[in-house]
Nanobody, 126 residues
Framework: VQLQASGGGLVQAGGSLRLSCAAAGRGISNPVMGWFRQAPGKEREFVAA????????RYADSVKGRFAVSIDNAKNTVFLQMNSLKPEDTAVYYC????????????????????WGQGTLVTVSS
């Protein structure tokens, strides 16, 4: 499966962006689709994840109430709506797919994801 992330850009603090991640390739049954980010000089961190069929989701505490993850199953596309952006949200954002997901508590573990997109840069200016 190939994942293609898009939608990054430069935005002022308080603004919004919507990231997209299109999946192409073999049929996807019921994976967990995740968003991660990596800021300069920092480790990659979990942002949000959603289960394809059930729609269950999970968020990092730092983005709860500001970000929303959704999925368009017909288009095999996952979205990350980012509102009230802060300078500390500046990072390269990656989408990923876990084809054999475990329980909800494991969705933040990047090591469990099988496929990764190329990343899209989000820059939030103060």
């Amino acid at each position: 499966v190939q994942l293609q992330a898009s939608g990054g850009g430069l935005v002022q603090a308080g603004g919004s962006l919507r990231l997209s991640c299109a999946a192409a390739g073999r049929g996807i049954s019921n994976p967990v689709m995740g968003w991660f980010r990596q800021a300069p000089g920092k480790e990659r961190e979990f942002v949000a994840a959603i289960r394809r069929i059930t729609g269950g989701s999970r968020y990092a505490d730092s983005v709860k109430g500001r970000f929303a993850v959704s999925i368009d199953n017909a288009k095999n596309t996952v979205f990350l709506q980012m509102n009230s952006l802060k300078p500390e949200d500046t990072a390269v954002y990656y989408c990923a797919a876990d084809f054999t997901p475990g329980p909800w508590s494991t969705w933040q573990d990047s090591n469990l994801y099988d496929s990764w997109g190329q990343g899209t840069l989000v820059t939030v200016s103060s």
